[in-house]
C-alpha cells in the first residue's frame, strides 16, 4: 500500500482556496477513483494523467488507485489539478519520494505527451497558496514569470512532467523542445525541493510598461470636455458625454486611461489576477501597471459586462476595468438589463454573481465613461435644424437612459461638433497628456493626505455625511448648490456629488476647500448650465 499528498489551489472568483490531493495505493483490480467534488473537466484528468505518466517514461501502477481532493466540500473546476493529481500518484508508487511532495502547491494542466500547458488564474492561485503559508510553487514554464510576481515565493517553471519528476528525484534534467516559437529557456533555478540538489534561486520580472499610445493633444477644441476628463480622473468620478458623432467622444474617453496615476504594487497585482482568471493576460507583460481601458460593443450581454457564464462565473467587463476605465460608446444602444445591471457594481465597488455550481466575487472600481448621440440620426442640436428626427423618437432615444443610472454620474458635458476654424487652425493644440497628468497626480496626493487614516482613497468614494459634517466647504460656497436642490434641479444624491466634485477642482487647483468658484464649475459640470467661470482648469491654477 501506498500514499502520497502535495497540493493544488481551486479558484473560486478570483479568491483561491488550498486544495490537498491525496493518492492511495491498494492492492486489487486495477482502477483509477477521483473524488471530492470534481467537475467534468477535472473528471476527464484521469486519462490526461494516465497517458501523460506513461509518455514519460513512467510506469503506472497496476493497482486500486482512488485520488482525493480535500477539502471535498469546494467546488473543482479545471484541468489545473493535472500536475497535483500525477505527482500524488507517482509518489503513492514511490518513483518519487512523498515527503518531497507534500509542502509543494502544483498547478498546471497535462497533454497526453506529458507536457505541462498553462491555465487561467496563476496569479490568485499563488497568492492563495502564499496566505496559506506556502513557500514552494510548480507551474508551467509559460507562467513562470507571472506567479513569480508573489513575494517570498520560489518559484518552478517546468515544460513537462519528465522535467518536474527528474528534479524532484534529482536526477538530471532533460531537454525538452519549447512548446511554441520563442519560449525561454526551463526556469529550473527557482526552487530548491527537500533533499535534492536542485540550485537556489529567484526568477525576476520587470513591472510590465503598457502604453496607451494616445495624447489629449491630439483632441481639438472641446475645452470643457477635456476639464470633465481631468477632474474625472483627479477624483474618481463618472462621466458622461452627448455630442454628434466626429466630435471627439471616442478620442477623450480613450485617453483618460494614460492621465490617470499608474497602479500601485497591490493594484496593479489586483488587476493582473482578474485578467489571469479571465485568460486574457498580455502575452510577456505578467503584470499590469497602467490602468486597464475597457469597450465593450453595444451589443454585449448582462453576462458580458458584469460577468457569467456556464459553470463557474467569468469576470465580465465591469471587472475586467477594475482599477481603470469602462467606456460605453452608443450607451442608449446597450440593453436597459445590462445598463441596469451596472448600479450595483458603480455602488459596491464589486460584484456578486450566483451560479448553480458556486458564488463568485469579482472587484469592479472603475471609473465609468458614457457617451451618446443627441437623438438616433446624431445630429439634434439647439443651435441648429440639421435634425429629422421627430421628437418622439429623440424621447424614446434618450429615455434609454434611466434616471437612476445617470444620478449616479457625477460628470455630464456636451461634446459640441468641431468648428472649422478650431480644426484649421495652426498652434492652437490644447496641453499635453504629460501635463494634465501631472496635475492629476499632484490631486490625487492632495486628496490622499486628505482622506489619510480613512477607508477612501478618492473623492468619489467619500460619503455625503462625511463630506457634509468633516470636509465642508467655504463659507457661503454652497449656496448655488443648494437653491438648485430646493428647485428640483439637483436631488440629494445630486448634491452630494456636485461637492465632491468640487473637492476635486480644489485639489487640481490648489485650495485648501472648495470655494464659489470651485463649486460654480462643480454645477456647470454636473447640470450643464453655464454659470459664468473659466471651464479650463489650467485658467484656475
Same mark, same amino acid.
Given at each position: 500500500?501506498?500514499?502520497?499528498?502535495?497540493?493544488?489551489?481551486?479558484?473560486?472568483?478570483?479568491?483561491?482556496?488550498?486544495?490537498?490531493?491525496?493518492?492511495?495505493?491498494?492492492?486489487?483490480?486495477?482502477?483509477?477513483?477521483?473524488?471530492?467534488?470534481?467537475?467534468?473537466?477535472?473528471?476527464?484528468?484521469?486519462?490526461?494523467?494516465?497517458?501523460?505518466?506513461?509518455?514519460?517514461?513512467?510506469?503506472?501502477?497496476?493497482?486500486?488507485?482512488?485520488?482525493?481532493?480535500?477539502?471535498?466540500?469546494?467546488?473543482?473546476?479545471?484541468?489545473?489539478?493535472?500536475?497535483?493529481?500525477?505527482?500524488?500518484?507517482?509518489?503513492?508508487?514511490?518513483?518519487?519520494?512523498?515527503?518531497?511532495?507534500?509542502?509543494?502547491?502544483?498547478?498546471?494542466?497535462?497533454?497526453?505527451?506529458?507536457?505541462?500547458?498553462?491555465?487561467?488564474?496563476?496569479?490568485?492561485?499563488? &497568492?492563495?497558496?502564499?496566505?496559506?503559508?506556502?513557500?514552494?510553487?510548480?507551474?508551467?514554464?509559460?507562467?513562470?514569470?507571472?506567479?513569480?510576481?508573489?513575494?517570498?515565493?520560489?518559484?518552478?517553471?517546468?515544460?513537462?512532467?519528465?522535467?518536474?519528476?527528474?528534479?524532484?528525484?534529482?536526477?538530471?534534467?532533460?531537454?525538452?523542445?519549447?512548446?511554441?516559437?520563442?519560449?525561454?529557456?526551463?526556469?529550473?533555478?527557482?526552487?530548491?525541493?527537500?533533499?535534492?540538489?536542485?540550485?537556489?534561486?529567484? !526568477?525576476?520580472?520587470?513591472?510590465?510598461?503598457?502604453?496607451?499610445?494616445?495624447?489629449?493633444?491630439?483632441?481639438?477644441?472641446?475645452?470643457?470636455?477635456?476639464?470633465?476628463?481631468?477632474?474625472?480622473?483627479?477624483?474618481? !468620478?463618472?462621466?458622461?458625454?452627448?455630442?454628434?458623432?466626429?466630435?471627439?467622444?471616442?478620442?477623450?474617453?480613450?485617453?483618460?486611461?494614460?492621465?490617470?496615476?499608474?497602479?500601485?504594487?497591490?493594484?496593479?497585482?489586483?488587476?493582473?489576477?482578474?485578467?489571469?482568471?479571465?485568460?486574457?493576460?498580455?502575452?510577456?507583460?505578467?503584470?499590469?501597471?497602467?490602468?486597464?481601458?475597457?469597450?465593450?460593443?453595444?451589443?454585449?450581454?448582462?453576462?458580458?459586462?458584469?460577468?457569467?457564464?456556464?459553470?463557474?462565473?467569468?469576470?465580465?467587463?465591469?471587472?475586467?476595468?477594475?482599477?481603470?476605465?469602462?467606456?460605453?460608446?452608443?450607451?442608449?444602444?446597450?440593453?436597459?438589463?445590462? &445598463?441596469?445591471?451596472?448600479?450595483?457594481?458603480?455602488?459596491?465597488?464589486?460584484?456578486?454573481?450566483?451560479?448553480?455550481?458556486?458564488?463568485?466575487?469579482?472587484?469592479?472600481?472603475?471609473?465609468?465613461?458614457?457617451?451618446?448621440?443627441?437623438?438616433?440620426?446624431?445630429?439634434?442640436?439647439?443651435?441648429?435644424?440639421?435634425?429629422?428626427?421627430?421628437?418622439?423618437?429623440?424621447?424614446?432615444?434618450?429615455?434609454?437612459?434611466?434616471?437612476?443610472? &445617470?444620478?449616479?454620474?457625477?460628470?455630464?458635458?456636451?461634446?459640441?461638433?468641431?468648428?472649422?476654424?478650431?480644426?484649421?487652425?495652426?498652434?492652437?493644440?490644447?496641453?499635453?497628456?504629460?501635463?494634465?497628468?501631472?496635475?492629476?497626480?499632484?490631486?490625487?496626493?492632495?486628496?490622499?493626505?486628505?482622506?489619510?487614516?480613512?477607508?477612501?482613497?478618492?473623492?468619489?468614494?467619500?460619503?455625503?455625511?462625511?463630506?457634509?459634517?468633516?470636509?465642508?466647504?467655504?463659507?457661503?460656497?454652497?449656496?448655488?448648490?443648494?437653491?438648485?436642490?430646493?428647485?428640483?434641479?439637483?436631488?440629494?444624491?445630486?448634491?452630494?456629488?456636485?461637492?465632491?466634485?468640487?473637492?476635486?477642482?480644489?485639489?487640481?487647483?490648489?485650495?485648501?476647500?472648495?470655494?464659489?468658484?470651485?463649486?460654480?464649475?462643480?454645477?456647470? &459640470?454636473?447640470?450643464?448650465?453655464?454659470?459664468?467661470?473659466?471651464?479650463?482648469?489650467?485658467?484656475?491654477?
Amino acid at each position: 500500500m501506498g500514499f502520497a499528498r502535495t497540493c493544488s489551489v481551486a479558484l473560486v472568483g478570483v479568491e483561491g482556496v488550498v486544495v490537498e490531493v491525496q493518492a492511495d495505493l491498494e492492492p486489487g483490480v486495477a482502477a483509477f477513483t477521483l473524488v471530492g467534488l470534481p467537475d467534468k473537466s477535472l473528471t476527464e484528468s484521469r486519462d490526461r494523467v494516465r497517458a501523460a505518466v506513461v509518455n514519460s517514461g513512467a510506469a503506472w501502477p497496476q493497482k486500486k488507485l482512488t485520488v482525493g481532493l480535500s477539502p471535498a466540500s469546494v467546488p473543482k473546476s479545471g484541468s489545473g489539478f493535472d500536475l497535483a493529481v500525477a505527482a500524488a500518484v507517482l509518489g503513492a508508487a514511490e518513483r518519487i519520494d512523498p515527503r518531497v511532495l507534500a509542502d509543494i502547491v502544483m498547478i498546471g494542466e497535462l497533454g497526453l505527451d506529458g507536457r505541462v500547458r498553462p491555465v487561467r488564474g496563476v496569479l490568485p492561485a499563488v &497568492l492563495a497558496a502564499a496566505d496559506a503559508g506556502y513557500e514552494q510553487v510548480v507551474v508551467p514554464e509559460s507562467a513562470a514569470a507571472e506567479a513569480s510576481l508573489v513575494p517570498e515565493v520560489s518559484v518552478l517553471g517546468v515544460r513537462s512532467l519528465r522535467q518536474l519528476i527528474a528534479v524532484l528525484a534529482d536526477e538530471p534534467v532533460p531537454d525538452e523542445e519549447a512548446d511554441g516559437p520563442g519560449r525561454p529557456d526551463p526556469l529550473l533555478a527557482g526552487l530548491r525541493m527537500p533533499g535534492t540538489g536542485a540550485a537556489t534561486g529567484m !526568477h525576476s520580472v520587470g513591472a510590465a510598461q503598457h502604453d496607451h499610445g494616445h495624447d489629449l493633444e491630439d483632441v481639438v477644441g472641446q475645452i470643457s470636455a477635456r476639464t470633465a476628463v481631468e477632474v474625472a480622473a483627479a477624483g474618481g !468620478h463618472h462621466l458622461f458625454l452627448e455630442g454628434p458623432p466626429g466630435a471627439g467622444k471616442t478620442m477623450l474617453a480613450e485617453r483618460l486611461p494614460a492621465i490617470l496615476p499608474r497602479l500601485g504594487r497591490q493594484e496593479s497585482l489586483e488587476v493582473t489576477a482578474v485578467h489571469s482568471v479571465a485568460g486574457l493576460l498580455p502575452p510577456g507583460k505578467p503584470l499590469i501597471d497602467a490602468a486597464p481601458y475597457c469597450a465593450p460593443h453595444h451589443s454585449a450581454t448582462m453576462q458580458a459586462l458584469v460577468g457569467g457564464g456556464p459553470g463557474i462565473a467569468r469576470p465580465g467587463a465591469v471587472s475586467m476595468s477594475h482599477r481603470g476605465v469602462l467606456f460605453l460608446d452608443e450607451t442608449p444602444e446597450f440593453s436597459s438589463r445590462a &445598463l441596469d445591471a451596472l448600479r450595483q457594481p458603480l455602488e459596491a465597488g464589486h460584484v456578486v454573481i450566483a451560479r448553480s455550481a458556486g458564488v463568485v466575487r469579482f472587484p469592479s472600481k472603475f471609473l465609468m465613461v458614457l457617451a451618446a448621440n443627441p437623438c438616433p440620426c446624431g445630429r439634434f442640436s439647439q443651435r441648429d435644424d440639421l435634425c429629422e428626427c421627430p421628437p418622439s423618437a429623440i424621447r424614446r432615444y434618450q429615455a434609454r437612459l434611466s434616471g437612476p443610472l &445617470l444620478d449616479r454620474v457625477d460628470l455630464r458635458v456636451e461634446v459640441d461638433r468641431v468648428t472649422r476654424t478650431e480644426l484649421t487652425a495652426c498652434g492652437a493644440r490644447g496641453e499635453s497628456t504629460a501635463t494634465v497628468a501631472g496635475r492629476v497626480r499632484a490631486a490625487r496626493e492632495r486628496a490622499a493626505e486628505r482622506l489619510a487614516g480613512t477607508p477612501w482613497h478618492t473623492n468619489s468614494e467619500v460619503p455625503g455625511r462625511e463630506l457634509r459634517s468633516r470636509w465642508y466647504a467655504a463659507s457661503g460656497a454652497m449656496d448655488e448648490a443648494e437653491r438648485s436642490l430646493e428647485r428640483g434641479v439637483l436631488t440629494a444624491r445630486g448634491l452630494d456629488r456636485v461637492l465632491r466634485v468640487a473637492w476635486t477642482v480644489a485639489d487640481l487647483v490648489g485650495h485648501d476647500r472648495p470655494d464659489a468658484t470651485d463649486v460654480a464649475l462643480a454645477l456647470q &459640470l454636473r447640470t450643464g448650465v453655464p454659470r459664468g467661470v473659466p471651464m479650463a482648469i489650467g485658467a484656475l491654477t
